[in-house]
């Protein structure tokens, strides 16, 4: 009775019971299908494969229980009167079921983002070993191809994107005084997505063939011909775009209908303008990468034609939807970094943000710009030469409001009362190579040079020291910055400096490099290379093994504090934000009582300035909406 028991409750035991029911689904529809149109044999490889890769998911999900609210409203059930059992957590099972408390969400999403950030480590130290002298060592070049392929994928949509939703998940309906999300169960639903997401595209290392070996950007015609890890690809990319839409879509709702009273727009903190304009972003780009593997499935499965140029199809096609949607997919990846860097400078330096309005405009300006840059990927891929000169334009123009950020930032530094905590150490590395980062970027803007280094390594020192040396950065600057916050206790602050300098200096010894062999013509994407290299890559693989390394003594100081370090206060910065006003670890719901929003977020060193203050319960219909006028100041 209690097996029984087990199996019908939401849980992992029907997870499990789901995934063999979906299992058996999809081989006797597939199985049903080709016999009914007499095809031979009945099972199929390819096609079963494919079947499952789609049906096995929904199976999970919907026996862990994401699906149950709204198959009951779906069959006119009676509803199930919310307990908000489902709501917090109160032991480590908690994390590993469905729960719609958004503060869970948020660390699931940073454990589980941080696990593929582990596994897509690894592959690069592979790759590292495999390069550290000209020659074959350890692997082939179809796995270093895979190798390469997954690295990317895991890093770009299992990674960097995900985790920035989930620190945005912990910190956002605090930082607007919010109990919760707009929509506590899809926030769920969005969390569970992404898992299969990453392990389907670990999961094609095992798939005959092996694994996707065609980049993150699994180019048509190569990626409609390749074997069938390809598809696992192009599944996975479906379930993570789902749960960043859904997250986005979210994120929008929950800011503009559940500000607290007197929180407007204008009062709102940076690391929310951020959110809200890269889930802007999201919800209008995220559609067309989806696009593009959804056609590369047809073609795969159906044998569509999309990209057949003998049947009419069009290659150059799917470079022109994917990188409508990838390069957008930077600024996804840079936004909120933007956000969190804000945060942190302006309360490690006790000083306002300068040009605060500015900030949140070249926010929604790299929104706009974001989508008229898209062909400068597509320099030498034989599209109209007339299309390069207006998208080197628009290319170079969108460094202006990025430039903004830097000197905004630079701005509120001055002067400022720097504590050089963790935090600001790893803001201040992200400044830095960031703006290296874009140098290389403007550079690769224009035309006869990005011509000349194209599929070269100065490609991949560009893209690593704005995507590490910027987002990842920015994502370690945040993580210590909201340690006290989200877990009552406080990090080993000598042990976070060792963290940052060794992964300051090993990552410009990595990367830095890679510009010099690159401008020498050393091409990317190959598991070998010419003796003339030799030199610099050693360097650089040994630098790498070292910055890897490093990663552990963030994970060590993590995880120690987490469990035995001193006991945090709720504002150990004397932050300004709502999100300090209430205690380490927050309450269930957030606030005991609805915050009022009197002031900026940033108004340090201004006398008696709050952000916000408690007061009594006011009635819902004024507490909805947000945006208001703000009530008469608390001047206790």
Same mark, same amino acid.
Request: proline letters at 11%.
């Given at each position: 009775m209690a097996y029984a028991a087990r199996l019908r409750a939401p849980g992992w035991y029907r997870a499990l019971l789901g995934m063999v029911i979906a299992f058996g689904f999809a081989f006797g529809l597939d199985v049903a299908i080709r016999a009914l149109y007499g095809w031979h044999p009945l099972v199929k490889t390819d096609a079963m494969v494919t079947i499952q890769l789609i049906t096995v998911p929904f199976g999970f999900l919907i026996g862990l229980g994401a699906f149950d609210y709204w198959f009951r409203w779906a069959a006119g059930a009676p509803t199930i009167p919310e307990d908000h059992s489902g709501h917090g957590a109160r032991s480590w099972r908690d994390y590993f079921r469905v729960n719609t408390d958004h503060k869970v969400i948020g660390l699931q999403y940073i454990c589980t983002t941080f696990f593929f950030f582990v596994c897509g480590g690894l592959m690069a130290m592979l790759m590292r070993a495999e390069l550290a002298a000209p020659g /074959? =060592?350890?692997?082939?070049?179809?796995?270093?191809?895979?190798?390469?392929?997954?690295?990317?994928?895991?890093?770009?949509?299992?990674?960097?994107?995900?985790?920035?939703?989930?620190?945005?998940? !912990?910190?956002?309906?605090?930082?607007?005084?919010?109990?919760? /999300?707009?929509?506590?169960?899809?926030?769920?639903?969005?969390? *569970?997505?992404?898992?299969?997401?990453?392990?389907?595209?670990?999961?094609?290392?095992?798939?005959?063939? #092996?694994?996707?070996?065609?980049g993150w950007t699994a180019y048509a015609p190569l990626s409609t011909d390749t074997p069938l890890g390809q598809t696992f690809f192009s599944v996975a990319v479906q379930f993570a775009g789902a749960s960043s839409v859904a997250t986005a879509l979210n994120f929008l709702v929950t800011i503009i209908t559940m500000r607290a009273p007197g929180m407007t727009f204008w009062r709102m903190p940076l690391l929310v303008w951020a959110n809200f304009t890269t889930s802007l972003l999201v919800v209008i780009a995220t559609p067309f990468i989806a696009g593009s593997q959804f056609f590369l499935i047809l073609d795969r499965a159906l044998h569509f034609n999309f990209f057949n140029v003998n049947n009419g199809g069009d290659i150059l096609m799917y470079q022109h939807v994917f990188w409508f949607y990838s390069h957008p997919a930077v600024y996804i990846? /840079?936004?909120?970094?933007?956000?969190?860097?804000?945060e942190v400078i302006s309360t490690h330096a006790r000083k306002p943000v300068f040009g605060y309005r500015m900030m949140a405009f070249s926010l929604m300006a790299i929104v706009v710009l974001g989508f008229t840059v898209w062909a400068h990927h597509m320099f030498v891929s034989g599209m109209f030469p007339w299309l390069r000169v207006p998208m080197m334009i628009t290319t170079m123009l969108i460094a202006v409001p990025t430039g903004i950020k830097i000197f905004s930032w630079l701005a509120t530094l001055w002067r400022g009362v720097i504590h050089l905590t963790t935090p600001m150490l790893f803001a201040l590395g992200f400044i830095t190579m960031f703006t290296l980062g874009g140098i290389s970027g403007i550079m690769l803007a224009v035309i006869p040079f990005d011509i000349h280094v194209s599929d070269t390594y100065f490609v991949v020192a560009h893209i690593h020291y704005v995507l590490f040396g910027g987002s990842v950065f920015t994502i370690f600057a945040g993580i210590y910055h909201w340690f006290p916050k989200m877990t009552g206790r406080m990090y080993d602050e000598g042990l976070g400096r060792l963290h940052f300098w060794l992964s300051f200096i090993f990552f410009n010894l990595t990367f830095g490099p890679m510009h010099l062999v690159g401008i020498d013509g050393m091409p990317r994407r190959v598991a070998d290379y010419a003796h003339q290299y030799a030199a610099w890559n050693a360097i650089v693989s040994v630098s790498a093994f070292i910055f890897g390394m490093t990663f552990f003594i963030f994970l060590y100081n993590i995880v120690t504090? *987490?469990?035995?370090?001193?006991?945090?206060?709720?504002?150990?910065?004397?932050?300004?934000?709502?999100? *300090? =006003?209430?205690?380490?670890?927050?309450?269930?719901?957030?606030?005991?009582?609805?915050?009022?929003?009197?002031?900026?977020? !940033?108004? !340090?060193?201004?006398?008696?300035?709050?952000? #916000?203050?408690?007061?009594?319960?006011?009635?819902?219909?004024?507490?909805?909406?947000?945006g208001g006028a703000p009530p008469p100041v608390n001047t206790e």
């Open positions: /074959m =060592q350890f692997v082939s070049p179809n796995t270093f191809n895979g190798l390469f392929s997954v690295h990317a994928s895991l890093m770009i949509f299992l990674f960097i994107i995900p985790v920035f939703a989930g620190i945005a998940n !912990y910190v956002l309906p605090l930082m607007i005084g919010a109990p919760d /999300m707009a929509f506590p169960r899809l926030n769920a639903l969005s969390f *569970w997505l992404l898992p299969i997401a990453g392990v389907m595209m670990l999961a094609s290392f095992f798939a005959p063939g #092996g694994s996707f070996a065609t990846m /840079m936004l909120p970094g933007f956000g969190i860097i804000s504090s *987490w469990r035995h370090g001193p006991v945090a206060v709720a504002n150990p910065w004397r932050a300004h934000t709502l999100e *300090w =006003q209430v205690s380490s670890p927050p309450p269930v719901f957030n606030f005991d009582e609805v915050p009022t929003v009197v002031g900026g977020p !940033y108004e !340090y060193g201004v006398p008696g300035a709050v952000h #916000g203050v408690f007061k009594e319960r006011v009635p819902a219909t004024t507490a909805a909406g947000g």
